[in-house]
């Protein structure tokens, strides 16, 4: 009974410090925070691109198609928002006021501010296969040709120069093949000033308005090492709180009561002991949240103490029973989500802690069966070991 007591009372202060951590956190968009080595990103794209200034209304389409490449590192600071600075290099085929094709090199840094709208608007789903994410930003264009820097038949240096600084919009398609890998079309426009592309009249410039280069490209996007996904932060439930506080003080107050009880009787008769084998419970569970098989991190010390318990006891093994609560989701997704929670603490064990799987055995038993008579503490896996 006093071993049952404790072991209660075990996993009702660690379920119960879970819920206190976590109770001023709001509902909604709320995520544990990340490493700051997680959730980079790199991309390489390709394609082509198309300069519409002056005199561009004449153009060919095709012979006015010139190629770019880009190189990005970024970073998603929530489900939502994320950063990324990107080198664009390439060359444009300008259509300029000499009704002339003029090709130019040229390299364009630019910082993006960018908004996954579909997270935004269907929630986070880190398993989505598509995600639509237009950007904003600014930046700088080089123009790496003498061309930029012609002269008028007077010998007078035009006024248009081989740079400018740029607002640039676009739309990234991007398809999620795995969760370090994705391929992307994005589509873009860049603003710049229109003197930029004007360096073959036989006028000088003057002032003129702002020029468009319209982009398309297709590339890759890696994971750069860390996590890639995040973990929503929910607030437990106010009652279940308080009942964890009673079911603690209620144990509390039995075990009080267990240690008054005398060591020997003189007068009883001896008992002569009997030896049975059982099993071992370790007092180890794990509890998730609800419709969720991942382990959060409040919760990972009740793995390592059942690896340090296996590798204490290189003989023993262990059982990871896994359970869903009766009052959500049908029989049949229940077992499928305990089936989950039982892998997933497996493969913690395995994983994290070398752990050998043959020690391991899981079982799940989806609704079918509550071993809380509180409903949302069912949403659990626990530990068997012998």
């Known amino acids: 009974m006093k071993k049952i007591s404790l072991f209660l009372i075990s996993a009702l202060v660690v379920f119960g410090l879970n819920a206190q951590e976590l109770q001023n956190v709001s509902y909604g968009d709320v995520y544990l925070k990340n490493k700051a080595s997680d959730n980079w990103f790199m991309s390489l794209a390709g394609g082509t691109n198309m300069y519409f200034g002056s005199g561009s209304s004449d153009q060919d389409f095709v012979d006015a198609l010139g190629w770019q490449g880009q190189l990005a590192v970024g970073r998603w600071n929530s489900p939502k928002w994320g950063a990324r600075l990107a080198i664009n290099v390439g060359q444009h085929e300008h259509y300029n006021a000499t009704k002339n094709y003029t090709t130019d090199s040229f390299v364009h840094p630019h910082l993006d501010l960018m908004w996954n709208v579909t997270n935004a608007a269907a929630g986070y789903n880190p398993d989505r296969v598509y995600n639509f994410i237009p950007?904003?930003?600014?930046?700088?264009?080089?123009?790496?040709?003498?061309?930029?820097?012609?002269?008028?038949?007077?010998?007078?240096?035009?006024?248009?120069?081989?740079?400018?600084?740029?607002?640039?919009?676009?739309?990234?398609?991007d398809f999620r093949l795995s969760n370090n890998?994705?391929?992307?079309?994005?589509?873009?426009?860049?603003?710049?000033?229109?003197?930029?592309?004007?360096?073959?009249?036989?006028?000088?410039?003057?002032?003129?308005?702002?020029?468009?280069?319209?982009?398309?490209?297709?590339?890759?996007?890696?994971?750069?090492?860390?996590?890639?996904?995040?973990?929503?932060?929910?607030?437990?439930?106010?009652?279940?709180?308080?009942?964890?506080?009673?079911?603690?003080?209620?144990?509390?107050?039995?075990?009080?009561?267990?240690?008054?009880?005398?060591?020997?009787?003189?007068?009883?008769?001896?008992?002569?002991p009997v030896e049975t084998v059982e099993s071992v419970y370790v007092p180890n569970v794990v509890f998730f949240r609800i419709n969720s098989a991942n382990i959060d991190r409040q919760q990972q010390i009740s793995v390592y103490n059942t690896a340090e318990y296996l590798k204490s006891n290189p003989n023993?093994?262990?059982?990871?029973?896994?359970?869903?609560?009766?009052?959500?989701?049908?029989?049949?997704?229940?077992?499928?989500?305990?089936?989950?929670?039982?892998?997933?603490?497996?493969?913690?064990?395995?994983?994290?802690?070398?752990?050998?799987?043959?020690?391991?055995?899981?079982?799940?038993?989806?609704?079918?069966?509550?071993?809380?008579?509180?409903?949302?503490?069912?949403?659990?896996?626990?530990?068997?070991a012998d």
């Open 316 to 384: 023993a093994t262990v059982q990871i029973v896994a359970y869903a609560d009766r009052q959500t989701g049908t029989p049949d997704y229940n077992m499928k989500l305990s089936e989950r929670r039982a892998k997933a603490v497996a493969d913690a064990l395995t994983s994290q802690y070398q752990i050998d799987s043959s020690r391991i055995s899981l079982d799940w038993k989806g609704d079918t069966e509550q071993p809380y008579a509180e409903n949302d503490w069912n949403r659990v896996a626990i530990f068997i």
């Open 181 to 272: 890998f994705s391929i992307f079309v994005e589509l873009a426009a860049t603003t710049l000033q229109g003197s930029f592309g004007r360096q073959y009249s036989n006028i000088p410039v003057g002032d003129y308005d702002w020029d468009i280069i319209g982009q398309a490209l297709l590339g890759v996007k890696f994971g750069l090492g860390g996590r890639q996904d995040f973990t929503s932060a929910e607030l437990m439930d106010y009652n279940l709180i308080n009942d964890l506080n009673s079911q603690i003080n209620r144990l509390r107050a039995e075990n009080e009561n267990l240690s008054k009880r005398p060591e020997f009787c003189p007068e009883c008769p001896e008992i002569e």
């Open 135 to 173: 950007y904003i930003g600014v930046g700088y264009i080089y123009g790496m040709d003498e061309d930029f820097k012609k002269v008028n038949s007077d010998g007078d240096l035009f006024k248009n120069q081989n740079q400018s600084l740029t607002w640039n919009l676009g739309i990234i398609n």
